[in-house]
């Protein structure tokens, strides 16, 4: 019998995540902090005694929660956390829809939600991005779905979707709303609808500590929305997710170092608004980021990003999107390294 055989038929035709492999010297593929990682995060991670590793965590991190719920203003049973905002997506699908139900997501955006939607006997339908890259909330709300999926800052464009379409896609839908927000620490200009979740109750707001807290390696997400949704999250996702060590550094990390989040968000943001000038120059036409990356219409990005591989400098390729076309994906880092990242552009297009 062949491993295909083994595996429940729906899943034979979903792609396994996969991102290529790189021995690149800079490696600006994932979008993560290339700016530092929390201090105090990195302290609790050190500071580890032998009952952190032999002891079970709390079955649902609520050290996390509570510190979470105390920033926000909103109850802890409005927060679940997981490992990575990846579980929370998951679980949350899992959570409210019935196998066969409908989850509407842009196109393009995060490739793991349609694969989270199969995964879970759900039908994804991809709705196009509107041309200045939002949520077409006409055509989301059209669908009927049981799940929209919105994402603002949007990967892998940058582009965002103002609060009030989704706060609009709420109001006007029976659909759970899930907005990822995993982008959102570099977008501090964009109406932050965490506290005001729990009062729309279809409304999930998911999070992530991978992106601006530098924290990628430990897996720490959450989602706030209302209790019974959240709750419903949390029966899905099952126990133990948020293990010890990563609570407790995401912990550290919310109470000592927003300040230090915040100055790392804005050098990357710096960077990326430097970096978009730099490339207009070039005759390219970034689209208006938001998050800690720039994402580059060329016309064949699979060859400009080999080109760049063969100078040492690797990111993300994305091929015939809808509305865009082929972009390229930039994640961020300090200057000097976007500065050879931008040199190298121009001399692939001279
Ligand atoms: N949402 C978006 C939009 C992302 O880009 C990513 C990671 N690339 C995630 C969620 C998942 O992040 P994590 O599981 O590390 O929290």
């Known amino acids: 019998m062949t491993s295909l055989e083994i595996g429940r038929a729906s899943l034979r035709d979903v792609p396994t995540y996969s991102p290529d492999v790189t021995s690149c010297a800079v490696d600006l593929r994932d979008n993560i902090n290339l700016f530092g990682t929390s201090p105090s995060a990195l302290a609790a991670v050190r500071a580890v005694d032998a009952t952190a590793l032999s002891e079970y965590p709390d079955v649902a991190g609520r050290t996390l929660v509570d510190a979470l719920a105390t920033q926000l ?61 939002s949520a077409d909330a006409d055509a989301m709300l059209a669908t009927g779905a049981r799940i929209i999926y919105l994402c603002s800052p949007n990967n892998p464009t940058g582009t965002i979707t103002d609060a009030n379409i989704v706060r609009r896609i709420v109001r006007e839908s029976s659909a759970i709303v899930i907005l990822d927000g995993a982008y959102a620490e570099f977008a501090p200009e964009l109406e932050d609808l965490r506290s005001d979740a729990p009062a729309l109750e279809r409304l999930l707001v998911v999070r992530t500590f991978s992106k601006a807290w ?126 050879r990242v931008v040199r190298a552009i121009g001399e692939i297009l001279a």
């Not at 066969?100 to 939600?113: D, E, I, K, Q, R």
């Not at 968000?265 to 710096?270: D, G, Q, R």
């Not at 690797?314 to 076309?325: D, H, I, M, Q, S």
């Open 73 to 133: 203003g909103v109850s802890p049973d409005e927060i679940v956390t997981g490992c990575g905002s990846d579980d929370v997506l998951d679980a949350a699908i899992r959570a409210v829809a019935e196998p066969g139900a409908v989850l509407a997501h842009p196109s393009p955006s995060f490739s793991m939600v349609p694969i989270f939607a199969r995964l879970n006997g759900l039908v994804p339908v991809a709705v196009p991005l509107t041309a200045d890259g």
């Open 214 to 339: 530098g924290l990628a390696g430990l897996r720490v997400g959450y989602g706030v929305g209302g209790r019974a949704l959240a709750q419903a999250v949390q029966k899905s996702r099952g126990p133990y997710k948020l293990n010890t060590v990563a609570e407790r550094a995401a912990v550290a990390a919310l109470t000592h170092d927003d300040a230090w989040m915040r100055a790392q968000a804005s050098a990357a943001v710096e960077c990326r608004d430097r970096a978009v000038r730099e490339l207009r120059t070039l005759g390219l036409s970034p689209l208006d980021s938001r998050g800690n990356f720039v994402c580059v219409p060329v016309t064949n990005a699979r060859t400009m990003a080999d080109a760049l591989a063969t100078r040492g400098i690797a990111v993300r390729a994305f091929t015939g999107l809808p509305v865009f076309g082929d972009v390229l994906r930039i994640g961020m880092a300090p200057w000097p390294v976007i500065a």
